[in-house]
């Protein structure tokens, strides 16, 4: 049977990415930090889907996290034809202001782990002629945007480099996908404590399943850019058209505090 890795498995968008493939028949392995919250969401897959769920509760924010991550699914004895690299988390507030340990601890997680775990199941895919890679990024990776400096940077190298490798995968029958995220009902806002914002509380704002849904199909479908919603495309098409100079004054009136 298929089985499809997934990081940030436990909430969100991950959470109802591991729903579309559990829904498809996908064996899956699902992986976070909180080992409760896994077993109880994959003994919940296990009896409504009656598909294969394997835990790996795992902190991802350190740089060996990718290697110790695949050499245990080695270990469980399955081939990965699917993988999801959701996990990933932001921050709210100025640069300078920012927690060093946090920033760095988030660039680990958002690009390194990303990035060396893609490596690894990637080149096992192109040996078996099959597989389907996506990276979860944002539509904050479409232009820089202040008080969320470090984290829109993180989503444009995730949106960058998932382009370039779906290009390089091209005759290898494996795609990469970028899933570009706008503002979504999820436990992201919160935890990076964006809720008091403005981008937040806008029209267009979408649930974590609509959003898995549309990435799941456009993953599926071979698509190397998936920017779910009306809304969050004609955003990102905006972005493109406007003077670069520009753009940073948008965002942060978008990202700006607002009464409650």
Excluded at 143 to 148: G, V
Excluded at 150 to 176: C, D, I, M, P, Q
Excluded at 190 to 218: C, D, E, H, P
Aim: net charge positive.
């Amino acid at each position: 049977m298929p089985t499809a890795l997934i990081t940030g498995a436990s909430s969100g968008i991950g959470l109802e990415l591991a729903i579309c493939f559990a829904a498809d028949k996908h064996d899956l392995i699902l992986v976070a930090r909180r080992a409760d919250l896994l077993n109880e969401f994959a003994e919940t897959l296990r009896d409504r889907y009656r598909v294969q769920v394997d835990i790996v509760p795992i902190d991802l924010a350190n740089s060996d996290a990718a290697q110790t991550l695949y050499d245990r699914v080695k270990s469980l004895g399955r081939d990965i034809e699917f993988l999801v690299n959701d996990a990933g988390f932001g921050d709210y507030g100025l640069f300078v202001g920012q927690d060093w340990t946090r920033m760095s601890q988030m660039i680990t997680l958002n690009i390194e782990t990303l990035t060396h775990l893609t490596h690894l199941c990637a080149r096992e895919m192109i040996r078996r002629k099959r597989g389907r890679i996506m990276n979860v990024a944002s539509i904050a990776g479409f232009q820089p945007c202040p008080t969320t400096a470090v984290y829109a940077a993180t989503k444009a190298y995730v949106l960058s480099f998932t382009e370039a490798l779906h290009n390089e995968l091209r005759g290898t029958n494996v795609t990469a996908t970028a899933l570009c995220p706008g503002p979504t009902h999820s436990g992201f806002q919160q935890a990076a404590n964006m809720n008091g914002s403005a981008l937040f509380k806008g029209i267009g704002v979408m649930t974590s399943g609509n959003v898995a849904s549309i990435g799941y199909r456009g993953m599926m479908r071979g698509k190397a850019v998936v920017v779910p919603g009306i809304m969050n495309t004609l955003l990102t098409q905006s972005v493109r058209l406007s003077p670069r100079i520009v753009t940073p004054f948008v965002s942060r009136f978008l990202m700006r505090r607002t009464k409650e």
